[in-house]
């Protein structure tokens, strides 16, 4: 595996703090990276391929400036924090926010291991997802800001759940390692099949610990744990958010509204 340009990546994410593998550590970059690169998913809807190899990943969400979905950034998160002394875990999910049905495992999160426990780690589900790691104590609820997590666990099989009125689940995954070629036919899937949302329409989400922006289409919804309120935006406001909040290329930007106006809701 190719060696990470750390401080290029340090300076990509805003951190300047420690890098000793501690939980401390681990936290602080997990909050860094969730903020710094955002969840979207252009170039799906501009038919350019996703590469998972280190050398395009670093090119893309590192010196280019760009985010991307779940195999990108935890892939890339999993490489540097190896790199730091950490131990990595890579696993796999079937997502069951907004959904009824039973769906593939096309996620993505790890299990790292620091200051002699266990913490599932997540820079790349977007949305609801955690800002900063989350210990593996099952049925015990877990503040981060004004959100709530939780992991059951049951037969071997873990679920993550957030509380929004009631606990509800985000995705259910084994403690199974998997294999590069398990995330390149994932990540096949969910960037070619005309069933998966990222092939159908626009996707792209901005976390912090204030509030998270979630964009599906050409709704936005602004949730702060607290309250959340949805409106739909026109394509000037969609190239104008998608620029500045999100700090995408404007030409990439304004080639996927040109393409699919309104955002293409998914």
């Known amino acids: 595996m190719p060696a990470i340009d750390l401080d290029r990546y340090f300076a990509r994410i805003g951190y300047g703090g420690a890098t000793e593998p501690t939980p401390h550590t681990l936290s602080q970059l997990h909050l860094a990276h969730a903020q710094h690169i955002p969840f979207e998913n252009l170039d799906v809807l501009l038919g350019r391929g996703i590469r998972l190899d280190l050398d395009a990943l670093f090119a893309k969400l590192v010196t280019a400036g760009r985010g991307g979905y779940c195999f990108?950034?935890?892939?890339?998160?999993?490489?540097?924090?190896?790199?730091?002394g950490f131990s990595v875990r890579r696993l796999a999910a079937r997502v069951n926010w907004g959904t009824q049905r039973v769906l593939p495992r096309t996620h993505m999160l790890l299990r790292v291991t620091a200051?002699?426990?266990?913490?599932l780690a997540d820079v790349g589900f977007g949305g609801m997802g955690p800002l900063l790691p989350l210990a593996f104590e099952p049925d015990t609820p877990q503040t981060q800001y004004s959100w709530q997590y939780r992991l059951t666990?049951?037969?071997?099989?873990?679920?993550?759940?957030?509380?929004?009125?009631?606990?509800?689940?985000?995705?259910?995954?084994?403690l199974h390692e998997?294999?590069?070629?398990?995330?390149?036919?994932?990540?096949y899937y969910v960037s070619t099949h005309p069933d998966s949302r990222f092939v159908r329409g626009l996707v792209a989400h901005r976390l912090a610990p204030e509030r998270?922006?979630?964009?599906?289409?050409?709704?936005?919804?602004?949730?702060?744990?607290?309250?959340?309120?949805?409106?739909?935006?026109?394509?000037?406001?969609?190239t104008r958010l998608?620029?500045?909040?999100?700090?995408?290329?404007?030409?990439?930007?304004?080639?996927?509204?040109?393409?699919?106006?309104?955002?293409?809701?998914?």
Do not use: C, K
């Open 153 to 174: 666990e049951q037969g071997g099989l873990w679920r993550l759940q957030t509380r929004t009125d009631a606990w509800t689940g985000l995705y259910e995954f084994t």
């Open 212 to 238: 998270r922006l979630i964009l599906i289409g050409n709704a936005l919804t602004e949730d702060t744990g607290r309250a959340s309120s949805t409106r739909e935006l026109t394509d000037e406001e969609l």
């Open 242 to 266: 998608l620029v500045e909040a999100f700090a995408l290329p404007p030409a990439d930007v304004d080639a996927v509204v040109r393409r699919f106006p309104g955002g293409a809701p998914a």
């Open 115 to 119: 200051g002699g426990r266990s913490w």
């Open 72 to 84: 990108e950034q935890n892939h890339l998160f999993a490489a540097v924090l190896e790199q730091l």
């Open 178 to 187: 998997q294999a590069p070629a398990d995330y390149e036919m994932a990540n």
